[in-house]
């Protein structure tokens, strides 16, 4: 059974970090691409980043470009996105996502639970 768990999600005021965490199992996701999307109340589920499991490539949308990192950590089938520089407009739920290392959600299989981001001004 795959199974994706995010944690790390809170309130932070404008201009600080967060870490969100992705513990990935349930299989082997060495040929996986391994998303971060978002999603603000009233709109729809937007790419944030993505690493490429086998060579950790990786992709940013351009709003986070500069200020989010996304890494992975194989011994512990874990992906990282730091964040960095936090702006009231990154407040959403994220999500960890696991497939084809595309920048839609449906080029994606399997999905985490989402945690709570809130960037206060």
């Known amino acids: 059974q795959v199974q994706l768990v995010e944690s790390g999600g809170g309130l932070v005021q404008a201009g600080g970090s967060l870490r969100l965490s992705c513990a990935a199992s349930?299989?082997?996701?060495?040929?996986?691409?391994m998303g971060w999307f978002r999603q603000a109340p009233g709109k729809e589920r937007e790419f944030v980043a993505t690493?490429?499991?086998?060579?950790?490539?990786?992709y940013y949308t351009d709003s986070v470009k500069g200020r989010f990192t996304i890494s992975r950590d194989n011994a512990k089938n874990t992906v990282y996105l730091q964040m960095n520089s936090l702006k009231p407009e990154d407040t959403a739920v994220y999500y960890c996502?696991?497939?084809?290392?595309?920048?839609?959600?449906?080029?994606?299989?399997?999905w985490g639970q989402g945690t709570q981001v809130t960037v206060s001004s």
């Open positions: 996502a696991a497939g084809s290392w595309g920048k839609t959600p449906d080029e994606y299989t399997y």
């Open positions: 349930g299989r082997s996701f060495s040929s996986y691409g």
């Open positions: 690493i490429r499991w086998r060579d950790s490539s990786t």
